[in-house]
């Protein structure tokens, strides 16, 4: 299975709400990456997790948080966002920060109105 | 220095040509070179990858030359299909003293014309 899944694919949230982005894959990779993505732009990363820790915060802002609950699942919780933020939010995972072949999810597609 | 500068923006071709992607970088410390395919509404896949001790490398109808000395590689797809019209994205990646980047060029749209 060389799939990674992200939910939901669409999200619409007001500047005030909390929400979290789902990722998960089950190839038994153990790096775990998050990108945004602007329309007609290539992908920007913002988090890189390797063996369940944060090794990379390409200085995102703290309304942008991360969490690796196990090797498989990777989620970003969202707050307080702001409508600039709308963009793919794309997930990808390596078989470790060392391999560089990344295969990516689908995105989520996030409005902030 | 960080940067990847990636042309054309966007390229036309009738189908069995072979567009041509450029990219260029700055930074000697890269030393993976990947091509990443992406239609619209879908996440980027890797197509095919480099690094810096080969000039050449072949997958299927896809090819990446590569330019140590002038620090430019680019994709070649043989033999082109409709079904190859998608957003090109070249990127380079490196990780030294801890810090790991992977940057991604501007992208290129192929249209490939039946």
């Known amino acids: 299975d060389t799939e990674v899944t992200q939910t939901p694919k669409h999200l619409v949230m007001g500047m005030t709400n909390k929400k979290s982005l789902k990722c998960e894959q089950h190839?038994?990779?153990?790096?775990m990456y998050w990108y945004k993505q602007k329309a007609k732009k290539p992908p920007e990363l913002m988090f890189v997790?390797?063996?369940?820790?944060?090794?990379i915060n390409e200085s995102v802002p703290s309304r942008f948080s991360p969490e690796c609950p196990n090797s498989s699942l990777l989620n970003l919780h969202l707050h307080a966002l702001q409508p600039e933020d709308s963009a793919l939010y794309l997930c990808?995972?390596?078989?470790?920060?060392?391999?560089?072949?990344?295969?990516f999810g689908p995105g989520t597609r996030l409005t902030v109105t | 220095q960080q940067q990847v500068k990636q042309s054309p923006q966007s390229l036309i071709v009738q189908k069995g040509g072979i567009p041509i992607i450029n990219c260029a970088y700055e930074n000697t410390a890269f030393d993976y070179f990947p091509w990443y395919q992406q239609f619209p509404g879908k996440g980027p896949a890797l197509l095919i990858a480099i690094r810096p001790d080969v000039s050449e490398k072949k997958e299927g109808r896809f090819t990446i030359s590569f330019n140590k000395s002038a620090k430019q590689f680019s994709l070649h797809i043989m033999d082109s299909q409709p079904g190859d019209s998608a957003t090109y994205f070249c990127a380079a990646s490196s990780i030294t003293s801890g810090t790991y980047k992977y940057i991604f060029g501007t992208g290129t749209r192929l249209k490939v014309l039946a």
């Open positions: 990808a995972s390596s078989q470790d920060r060392g391999a560089r072949e990344q295969y």
């Open positions: 997790y390797s063996y369940e820790k944060l090794s």
């Open positions: 190839m038994g990779h153990r790096a």
